[in-house]
Structure formats: structure tokens, C-alpha cells
């Protein structure tokens, strides 16, 4: 299959943070399992939700009640209730969500699920952001809630292709993003929450820059709106399909809930990297200082 639809989902967050963890979640769940039958209707073959898609950006404060919206990574209640919706649909989707393992270590977690149901694993993200948003007492307090990924960067072999994830913060290290290249991906996906005044700047320049120095298409996805009672800033969507040339396949509004689609090409892939050959011309060999030890 050379041509390949890829459906981005970016949504607004509905309900106040002071509410209890499971109306969030079951809103949320309700709301995207609705916009993933939009994506399929529109002839999506594998779709994105955003960073930790079934709840607020609850990293905008510290409070253990947030810890309640953390579930286990394949055998948790939603991850199974997507693989169902992806089997019905016959759809891959890549599922954000916050992981429980054992008793109480958490971490930021996608999983990935294939076209006939099946969970193929998982990523963790690598790089956990831990600052202030400015003068409201909100931030990115992203330590509190998730250790750092410890499965490194898998590529996940989808019925449609091959697949890795990157998430939100992740994407200011170019590290990882050559190492997912490296394990043959095709397509990257970012789920983000990210808000105006902060990397805004930033957004529409690195991750066309890792799809072009990796040859691969980067899918970015962050939520829209400002989300009570933190306020700490606009979620301003803008989601997004990037090709191999860094060119924007398809973009997504700023301010609303939206299904981006989009097409890669794998014959546009095979073309830029046999033009450019940058992998081979890597110098591995001379690359020891970037690993610090």
C-alpha cells in the first residue's frame, strides 16, 4: 500500500478540572470515540489522539487526584475499549493515555493498536518537562505525575505502516527522532499540549526539520482552547501532516475541535531519502560526545 490517509484528531477539553476524574474521562472517551468514526468516514486509515487525550492537561497544578485518571497499559478499561473500536473500524490508532504499572509508578504512555484490534505495544515519553507557565501558579509540572520512558524507541509494523511515536516534549531532542528513523519508521506521531507564548514559535519548524533530516512524515497533534480552573494559557491546535520535504500536507484550525486528514506517500519517502542519502552518509563513528559518557 503506497498511499496511506492519516487522520489527526485535535479537540477542546469540555469540562472544569475540578470535577471528578471519572466525568473527565468518560467525556472525553465519548467525545473522541465520535470524532475517531468521523476520521474513518473520511477515509482515515490510521489515527492520532492528542496527549493524553481522555482529560484537562491536569500537569497544569500538583495534586495526587489526578493519579486516579492513570489506568494499566495494554489491560486498562480504555485501551481495551479502542482495541475493540479499532477492530470494528478496521482503523490503527495511537492512543495517548496515562499509565499505571504495578502499585504506583506512572508514567506518559501511548499505546498502539492495529488495524484488526491487537495491541502492539507501547511508548513512554523519554523527556519529562518540569517549569512554570508564568504568573498564575500553573506549569508544566510534568515530574510530579510521569517517570521517564524506559522502553526506548520502538517502530510498530501496522497493517498500513510502520509507525513510531514521539510525545509533546520530546520533540526539542533530535535524538530520539534519528533513532526512530533508525528503526525504520515511516510515520512519527507527536500527541501534544502545548500553549501559545510558550514553544509556539517552535512548533512549525522542529518537527518539519526531523521529517526532513529522517525522511519520514511527522504527524503533531495538540488540543485547542484554554481549559478552567488553571487558564494557563491557549491550547492553539493547529495539528498537523508533514512530509519528507518538511512540506504541510494538511493543517488544522487554531481554536476548534477538528479531524485533520491528511495523505504520506511511501514512494515520496523511497524519493527523498535515495536523493538525499543521509543515512548513509552518517558518521556514527564520530557521534560519542552526544551520549555524555
Same mark, same amino acid.
Given at each position: 500500500?503506497?498511499?496511506?490517509?492519516?487522520?489527526?484528531?485535535?479537540?477542546?477539553?469540555?469540562?472544569?478540572?475540578?470535577? /471528578?476524574?471519572?466525568?473527565?474521562?468518560? !467525556?472525553?472517551?465519548?467525545?473522541?470515540?465520535?470524532?475517531?468514526?468521523? $476520521?474513518?468516514?473520511?477515509? /482515515?486509515?490510521?489515527?492520532?489522539?492528542?496527549?493524553?487525550?481522555?482529560? %484537562?492537561?491536569?500537569? +497544569?497544578?500538583?495534586?495526587?487526584?489526578?493519579?486516579?485518571?492513570?489506568?494499566?497499559? %495494554?489491560?486498562?478499561?480504555?485501551?481495551?475499549?479502542?482495541?475493540?473500536? /479499532?477492530?470494528?473500524?478496521? &482503523?490503527?490508532?495511537?492512543?495517548?493515555?496515562?499509565?499505571?504499572?504495578?502499585?504506583?509508578?506512572?508514567?506518559?504512555?501511548? $499505546?498502539?493498536?492495529?488495524?484488526?484490534?491487537?495491541?502492539?505495544?507501547?511508548?513512554?515519553?523519554?523527556?519529562? =518537562?518540569?517549569?512554570?507557565?508564568?504568573?498564575?501558579?500553573?506549569?508544566?509540572?510534568?515530574?510530579?505525575?510521569?517517570?521517564?520512558? @524506559?522502553?526506548?524507541? =520502538?517502530?510498530?509494523?501496522?497493517?498500513?505502516?510502520?509507525?513510531?511515536?514521539? &510525545?509533546?516534549?520530546?520533540?526539542?531532542?533530535?535524538?530520539?527522532?534519528?533513532?526512530? *528513523?533508525? @528503526?525504520? +519508521?515511516? &510515520?512519527?506521531?507527536?500527541?501534544?499540549?502545548?500553549?501559545?507564548?510558550? !514553544?509556539?514559535?517552535?512548533?512549525?519548524?522542529?518537527? %518539519?526539520?526531523?521529517?526532513?533530516? @529522517?525522511?519520514?512524515?511527522?504527524?503533531?497533534?495538540?488540543?485547542?482552547?484554554?481549559?478552567? =480552573?488553571?487558564?494557563? *494559557?491557549?491550547?492553539?491546535?493547529? !495539528?498537523?501532516? /508533514?512530509?519528507?520535504?518538511?512540506?504541510?500536507?494538511? &493543517?488544522? !484550525?487554531?481554536?476548534?475541535?477538528?479531524?485533520?486528514?491528511?495523505?504520506?506517500?511511501?514512494?515520496?519517502?523511497?524519493?527523498?531519502?535515495?536523493?538525499?542519502?543521509?543515512?548513509?552518509?552518517?558518521?556514527?563513528?564520530?557521534?560519542?560526545?552526544?551520549?555524555?559518557?
Amino acid at each position: 500500500m503506497d498511499t496511506v490517509r492519516i487522520g489527526l484528531i485535535q479537540a477542546s477539553h469540555d469540562l472544569d478540572g475540578q470535577e /471528578a476524574v471519572d466525568k473527565h474521562k468518560a !467525556s472525553s472517551v465519548e467525545k473522541h470515540i465520535r470524532l475517531i468514526r468521523e $476520521a474513518k468516514q473520511k477515509g /482515515a486509515q490510521i489515527v492520532s489522539l492528542q496527549e493524553i487525550f481522555y482529560g %484537562p492537561y491536569f500537569c +497544569a497544578e500538583q495534586t495526587p487526584k489526578w493519579y486516579d485518571a492513570a489506568e494499566e497499559v %495494554p489491560n486498562g478499561p480504555t485501551t481495551k475499549l479502542f482495541q475493540d473500536l /479499532a477492530k470494528e473500524l478496521g &482503523i490503527v490508532i495511537i492512543l495517548p493515555v496515562y499509565e499505571r504499572e504495578g502499585i504506583a509508578t506512572y508514567y506518559n504512555t501511548a $499505546a498502539v493498536i492495529d488495524a484488526d484490534g491487537s495491541f502492539l505495544g507501547k511508548y513512554r515519553k523519554h523527556h519529562i =518537562p518540569h517549569v512554570g507557565a508564568g504568573d498564575k501558579g500553573c506549569g508544566f509540572w510534568e515530574k510530579y505525575y510521569f517517570k521517564p520512558g @524506559n522502553l526506548g524507541y =520502538p517502530v510498530f509494523d501496522t497493517a498500513f505502516a510502520k509507525v513510531g511515536v514521539y &510525545i509533546c516534549y520530546d520533540r526539542h531532542f533530535p535524538e530520539g527522532a534519528r533513532v526512530l *528513523g533508525l @528503526n525504520g +519508521a515511516e &510515520i512519527v506521531f507527536n500527541p501534544s499540549a502545548t500553549v501559545a507564548g510558550t !514553544s509556539e514559535y517552535l512548533w512549525k519548524l522542529e518537527q %518539519p526539520a526531523h521529517a526532513v533530516a @529522517n525522511g519520514y512524515y511527522i504527524a503533531a497533534i495538540n488540543r485547542v482552547g484554554v481549559e478552567a =480552573p488553571w487558564n494557563m *494559557g491557549e491550547f492553539y491546535g493547529q !495539528s498537523y501532516l /508533514a512530509d519528507p520535504r518538511g512540506s504541510m500536507v494538511a &493543517i488544522g !484550525s487554531r481554536d476548534k475541535d477538528e479531524v485533520v486528514i491528511g495523505d504520506m506517500s511511501k514512494a515520496l519517502i523511497r524519493e527523498v531519502r535515495e536523493s538525499w542519502q543521509f543515512y548513509r552518509d552518517r558518521r556514527p563513528e564520530t557521534y560519542e560526545a552526544l551520549t555524555g559518557l
